[in-house]
Protein backbone atom coordinates (compact mmCIF):
# COMPACT_ATOMS: atom_id res chain seq x y z
CA UNK A 1 0.00 0.00 0.00
CA UNK A 2 0.62 3.71 0.07
CA UNK A 3 1.59 4.06 -2.93
CA UNK A 4 2.26 7.74 -5.06
CA UNK A 5 1.96 8.14 -8.43
CA UNK A 6 3.71 11.09 -10.65
CA UNK A 7 2.83 12.05 -14.26
CA UNK A 8 4.66 12.63 -16.32
CA UNK A 9 8.28 10.88 -15.44
CA UNK A 10 10.25 12.92 -17.99
CA UNK A 11 9.07 16.05 -19.72
CA UNK A 12 11.02 17.98 -22.28
CA UNK A 13 9.83 21.47 -23.41
CA UNK A 14 10.35 24.60 -25.23
CA UNK A 15 11.36 27.91 -23.25
CA UNK A 16 8.31 30.60 -22.12
CA UNK A 17 5.81 27.44 -22.02
CA UNK A 18 4.43 25.58 -19.37
CA UNK A 19 4.18 22.20 -17.84
CA UNK A 20 1.99 20.50 -15.49
CA UNK A 21 2.97 17.37 -13.21
CA UNK A 22 0.45 15.36 -11.55
CA UNK A 23 0.79 13.88 -8.08
CA UNK A 24 -1.18 11.28 -7.27
CA UNK A 25 -1.71 8.88 -4.10
CA UNK A 26 -2.96 5.60 -5.74
CA UNK A 27 -4.47 3.62 -2.51
CA UNK A 28 -4.61 6.39 0.49
CA UNK A 29 -6.15 9.66 1.12
CA UNK A 30 -3.53 12.57 1.15
CA UNK A 31 -4.66 15.48 3.16
CA UNK A 32 -1.32 16.97 2.86
CA UNK A 33 1.00 16.71 -0.16
CA UNK A 34 4.62 17.90 -0.25
CA UNK A 35 6.41 19.38 -3.95
CA UNK A 36 10.88 18.72 -3.91
CA UNK A 37 13.39 19.76 -5.63
CA UNK A 38 16.52 17.35 -6.57
CA UNK A 39 19.57 18.78 -8.09
CA UNK A 40 21.74 16.12 -9.33
CA UNK A 41 23.91 14.60 -6.02
CA UNK A 42 21.96 16.75 -4.02
CA UNK A 43 19.16 16.22 -0.98
CA UNK A 44 16.12 17.19 -1.82
CA UNK A 45 14.19 20.93 -1.73
CA UNK A 46 10.96 21.82 0.16
CA UNK A 47 9.43 23.77 -2.54
CA UNK A 48 5.54 23.75 -1.12
CA UNK A 49 3.10 22.21 1.13
CA UNK A 50 -0.25 21.36 -0.29
CA UNK A 51 -3.58 21.00 1.94
CA UNK A 52 -6.09 19.86 0.02
CA UNK A 53 -8.89 22.18 -0.40
CA UNK A 54 -6.55 25.25 0.76
CA UNK A 55 -3.65 27.50 -0.84
CA UNK A 56 -0.62 25.86 -0.57
CA UNK A 57 2.44 27.39 1.98
CA UNK A 58 5.50 28.14 -0.15
CA UNK A 59 8.83 28.11 0.85
CA UNK A 60 11.00 30.93 1.09
CA UNK A 61 12.41 31.69 -2.17
CA UNK A 62 9.92 30.03 -4.31
CA UNK A 63 8.02 31.96 -6.74
CA UNK A 64 3.89 30.76 -6.54
CA UNK A 65 3.02 32.87 -9.69
CA UNK A 66 5.39 30.89 -11.64
CA UNK A 67 5.25 27.17 -9.49
CA UNK A 68 1.50 27.17 -9.61
CA UNK A 69 0.06 24.03 -6.90
CA UNK A 70 -3.18 22.69 -6.91
CA UNK A 71 -4.74 20.07 -4.93
CA UNK A 72 -8.49 19.89 -5.73
CA UNK A 73 -8.68 16.02 -4.13
CA UNK A 74 -7.57 14.03 -1.37
CA UNK A 75 -5.58 12.25 -3.84
CA UNK A 76 -4.52 14.76 -6.31
CA UNK A 77 -2.40 17.53 -6.25
CA UNK A 78 -0.88 19.14 -9.81
CA UNK A 79 2.03 21.35 -9.90
CA UNK A 80 2.53 23.61 -13.04
CA UNK A 81 5.65 24.92 -13.71
CA UNK A 82 4.47 28.34 -15.71
CA UNK A 83 6.58 29.88 -18.64
CA UNK A 84 9.58 27.49 -17.59
CA UNK A 85 13.14 28.56 -18.33
CA UNK A 86 16.07 25.68 -18.75
CA UNK A 87 16.84 27.12 -15.05
CA UNK A 88 13.91 25.55 -14.04
CA UNK A 89 15.02 21.81 -15.74
CA UNK A 90 15.38 20.00 -12.36
CA UNK A 91 14.19 16.62 -10.65
CA UNK A 92 10.50 17.34 -9.64
CA UNK A 93 9.52 14.95 -6.77
CA UNK A 94 5.79 14.69 -4.97
CA UNK A 95 5.39 13.02 -1.71
CA UNK A 96 2.04 12.58 0.51
CA UNK A 97 1.62 12.10 3.51
CA UNK A 98 -0.56 9.72 5.49
CA UNK A 99 -3.20 11.11 7.89
CA UNK A 100 -3.01 10.63 11.12
CA UNK A 101 -0.07 10.67 13.39
CA UNK A 102 2.09 8.75 10.95
CA UNK A 103 4.47 11.72 10.14
CA UNK A 104 5.59 8.81 6.93
CA UNK A 105 5.62 10.66 3.81
CA UNK A 106 5.29 8.20 0.43
CA UNK A 107 7.68 9.99 -2.54
CA UNK A 108 6.36 9.80 -6.40
CA UNK A 109 8.95 8.33 -8.59
CA UNK A 110 9.97 11.73 -9.66
CA UNK A 111 9.45 13.92 -13.19
CA UNK A 112 12.31 14.75 -15.03
CA UNK A 113 11.92 18.42 -16.55
CA UNK A 114 14.26 20.07 -19.13
CA UNK A 115 14.12 23.13 -20.68
CA UNK A 116 15.58 23.93 -23.97
CA UNK B 1 16.82 26.20 13.47
CA UNK B 2 16.46 22.60 12.45
CA UNK B 3 19.25 21.69 10.36
CA UNK B 4 20.45 17.84 9.44
CA UNK B 5 23.82 16.72 8.47
CA UNK B 6 24.78 13.40 7.25
CA UNK B 7 29.18 13.69 7.45
CA UNK B 8 29.92 10.81 5.03
CA UNK B 9 28.87 11.85 1.16
CA UNK B 10 30.23 7.89 0.58
CA UNK B 11 30.33 5.01 2.78
CA UNK B 12 32.01 2.01 1.13
CA UNK B 13 31.65 -1.35 2.85
CA UNK B 14 32.26 -5.10 1.78
CA UNK B 15 29.21 -7.94 1.46
CA UNK B 16 28.68 -9.17 4.36
CA UNK B 17 30.54 -6.60 6.81
CA UNK B 18 27.91 -4.34 8.98
CA UNK B 19 27.70 -0.77 8.13
CA UNK B 20 26.65 2.25 9.48
CA UNK B 21 25.35 5.78 8.01
CA UNK B 22 25.89 8.57 9.85
CA UNK B 23 23.57 11.38 11.36
CA UNK B 24 23.33 13.90 13.20
CA UNK B 25 20.69 17.03 13.84
CA UNK B 26 19.53 20.12 15.42
CA UNK B 27 16.44 21.17 16.13
CA UNK B 28 14.72 23.21 19.00
CA UNK B 29 11.81 20.88 19.91
CA UNK B 30 11.53 17.54 20.00
CA UNK B 31 12.75 15.31 17.06
CA UNK B 32 10.89 13.12 14.92
CA UNK B 33 13.81 11.30 12.63
CA UNK B 34 13.19 9.46 9.43
CA UNK B 35 15.16 7.12 6.96
CA UNK B 36 14.49 7.25 3.65
CA UNK B 37 16.28 5.06 0.88
CA UNK B 38 16.43 6.32 -3.15
CA UNK B 39 17.50 3.70 -5.67
CA UNK B 40 18.51 4.84 -9.02
CA UNK B 41 15.26 5.60 -11.18
CA UNK B 42 12.97 5.09 -8.17
CA UNK B 43 11.62 7.82 -5.61
CA UNK B 44 12.37 7.73 -2.35
CA UNK B 45 10.89 5.00 0.05
CA UNK B 46 10.64 4.89 3.60
CA UNK B 47 12.97 2.77 6.04
CA UNK B 48 12.10 4.05 9.18
CA UNK B 49 11.39 6.56 12.04
CA UNK B 50 11.48 7.69 15.54
CA UNK B 51 8.73 9.38 17.10
CA UNK B 52 9.18 8.51 20.89
CA UNK B 53 9.67 5.15 22.95
CA UNK B 54 12.51 2.74 22.14
CA UNK B 55 15.71 4.66 20.99
CA UNK B 56 16.13 1.19 18.70
CA UNK B 57 14.31 1.65 16.09
CA UNK B 58 13.87 -1.53 13.43
CA UNK B 59 12.92 -0.33 9.98
CA UNK B 60 12.56 -2.36 6.29
CA UNK B 61 14.93 -4.98 4.80
CA UNK B 62 16.87 -5.35 8.48
CA UNK B 63 17.72 -2.22 8.87
CA UNK B 64 17.64 -0.43 12.56
CA UNK B 65 18.76 3.16 13.89
CA UNK B 66 19.41 4.32 17.12
CA UNK B 67 17.93 7.54 18.76
CA UNK B 68 20.54 9.18 21.01
CA UNK B 69 19.65 12.58 22.45
CA UNK B 70 22.80 13.72 23.91
CA UNK B 71 24.65 13.16 20.89
CA UNK B 72 21.57 14.50 18.84
CA UNK B 73 22.43 11.39 16.44
CA UNK B 74 20.13 8.99 14.68
CA UNK B 75 22.46 6.73 12.51
CA UNK B 76 21.39 4.03 10.46
CA UNK B 77 22.55 0.72 10.80
CA UNK B 78 22.80 -3.13 9.41
CA UNK B 79 24.50 -5.83 10.60
CA UNK B 80 25.16 -7.82 7.14
CA UNK B 81 25.16 -5.91 4.12
CA UNK B 82 23.83 -6.86 0.78
CA UNK B 83 24.64 -5.98 -2.25
CA UNK B 84 21.49 -4.81 -3.00
CA UNK B 85 21.55 -2.07 0.14
CA UNK B 86 23.76 0.11 -2.89
CA UNK B 87 21.56 3.19 -2.84
CA UNK B 88 21.55 7.10 -1.67
CA UNK B 89 20.33 7.08 1.97
CA UNK B 90 18.46 10.35 3.37
CA UNK B 91 18.59 11.06 6.92
CA UNK B 92 14.86 13.39 8.16
CA UNK B 93 13.98 15.36 10.59
CA UNK B 94 10.62 17.15 11.69
CA UNK B 95 10.69 19.88 14.52
CA UNK B 96 7.16 19.18 15.42
CA UNK B 97 6.15 21.99 17.82
CA UNK B 98 7.41 24.36 16.67
CA UNK B 99 6.29 27.45 13.99
CA UNK B 100 8.45 25.73 11.03
CA UNK B 101 6.93 21.82 11.05
CA UNK B 102 8.08 20.84 8.49
CA UNK B 103 10.75 17.70 7.15
CA UNK B 104 14.06 18.62 6.17
CA UNK B 105 16.50 16.60 4.39
CA UNK B 106 19.68 15.84 5.09
CA UNK B 107 22.42 16.22 2.22
CA UNK B 108 22.39 11.94 1.55
CA UNK B 109 25.17 9.49 1.86
CA UNK B 110 25.84 7.06 -1.15
CA UNK B 111 26.52 3.50 0.25
CA UNK B 112 27.95 1.21 -1.93
CA UNK B 113 28.23 -2.47 -0.95
CA UNK B 114 31.24 -4.43 -2.52
CA UNK B 115 30.69 -8.01 -3.46
Known amino acids: GAVVSQHPSWVICKSGTSVKIECRSLDFQATTMFWYRQFPKQSLMLMAT?????????EQGVEKDKFLINHASLTLSTLTVTSAHPEDSSFYIC????????????FGPGTRLTVT | AQSVAQPEDQVNVAEGNPLTVKCTYSVSGNPYLFWYVQYPNRGLQFLLKYITGDNLVKGSYGFEAEFNKSQTSFHLKKPSALVSDSALYFCAVRDRGTSYDKVIFGPGTSLSVIP
Open chain 1, 50 to 58: SNEGSKATY
Open chain 1, 95 to 106: SAELAGDSYEQY
